[in-house]
């Protein structure tokens, strides 16, 4: 099973629709950077994702000397608007040959040009409803909620596709 790396704006993204605990009680390998976690920046986001880093729920990988140099040169080749704990991600995806979770599209862009398999929010949302994790009435109330909010960059018609799945079964 490859693990699956998560960026910051994807974990934001998760805690706003309260969907930490049943992505992390599906079995995934889920991993972060110790980079991305110091970039939670409200004290609850880093909170509520402690208790899962304490059940080891969320892997938090440290980056050594040499992966901090390997990651500067990547970090070189990115668009300036991707941060340095967001290119931490990718450089943990390309390093393990995982999956990247990103909301970012830059950082979806990059990591599609190293072949890495990338995945956002949405695909958080149907892994979660296929595996039991979340009713899909709730999932439905949950991605119609964070559509309504006026900071969302999904794909409108995509979230509206699965709305109407979800709550048609």
């Known amino acids: 099973m490859k693990i699956i790396v998560h960026d910051s704006s994807v974990l934001v993204d998760m805690i706003g629709c309260e969907l ?9 390998q ?4 110790r980079l991305v976690l110091h970039e939670m920046n409200r004290k609850t986001q880093r909170s509520r994702l402690q208790r899962f880093v304490d059940d080891k729920k969320l ?10 140099t390997r990651l500067a040169s990547l970090r070189a080749e990115l668009p300036s608007k991707v941060s340095l704990e967001d290119a931490s991600a990718l450089y943990l995806a390309v390093r393990e040959k ?4 990103t909301g970012d599209n830059d950082l979806r862009k990059a990591a599609e040009n190293r072949k890495i398999e990338v995945h956002g929010l949405l695909w958080i949302f149907d892994e979660i409803v296929s595996r039991g994790r979340l009713l899909q009435s709730v999932a ?5 909620k964070l ?6 960059r999904l794909p409108k018609q995509d979230c509206n596709q699965r709305i109407k799945k979800w709550r048609d079964q």
Do not use: I, K, N
């Open 147 to 152: 559509c309504s909010q006026g900071t969302c």
């Open 20 to 28: 930490l605990e049943p992505w992390f009680g599906s079995g995934l």
């Open 140 to 144: 439905a109330e949950r991605l119609e």
């Open 59 to 68: 892997v938090v990988a440290a980056l050594g000397a040499e992966d901090m």
């Open 98 to 101: 995982g999956v990247l979770l």
């Open 30 to 33: 889920a991993v972060t950077t």
